[in-house]
């Protein structure tokens, strides 16, 4: 059965870090890109970062660029999104999904090609 389990997240305080570790299971990450999203408390979920089908690529939200990096141990099949620099505006649930069908990252706001979602992950960067 295909699944997807985050963690990693926590309270942590602005300019701190945090890696969060997408687990997965029933494919293989190598194969397929991994999108990272996120909803902070009253906003509509928004597209963070993705890795594309064997790691060639990444795209990342303009809001995280340079702070934030995606990568995947291809060995433990996990994807992990490493944030630094943490703001309070980067507060909410984080969620890492699938793309079952693509190779390459779609546009990082979409969600339509995630079919498979894991549930999420909490980060709150408070002081």
């Known amino acids: 059965q295909l699944q997807l389990v985050e963690s990693g997240g926590g309270l942590v305080q602005p300019g701190g870090s945090l890696r969060l570790s997408c687990a997965a299971s029933?494919?293989?990450?190598?194969?397929?890109?991994i999108g990272w999203f996120r909803q902070a408390p009253g906003k509509e979920r928004e597209g963070v970062a993705c890795?594309?089908?064997?790691?060639?690529?990444?795209k990342y939200a303009d809001s995280v660029k340079g702070r934030f990096t995606v990568s995947r141990d291809n060995a433990k099949n996990m994807v992990y999104l490493r944030m630094n620099s943490l703001k309070p505006e980067d507060t909410g649930v984080y969620y890492c999904a699938l793309d079952p069908v693509s190779a390459q990252c779609s546009a990082i706001s979409s969600e339509g090609p995630y079919d498979y979602w894991g549930q999420g992950t909490q980060v709150t960067v408070s002081s």
């Open positions: 029933g494919f293989s990450v190598d194969f397929y890109p």
């Open positions: 890795i594309s089908l064997g790691g060639l690529s990444t």
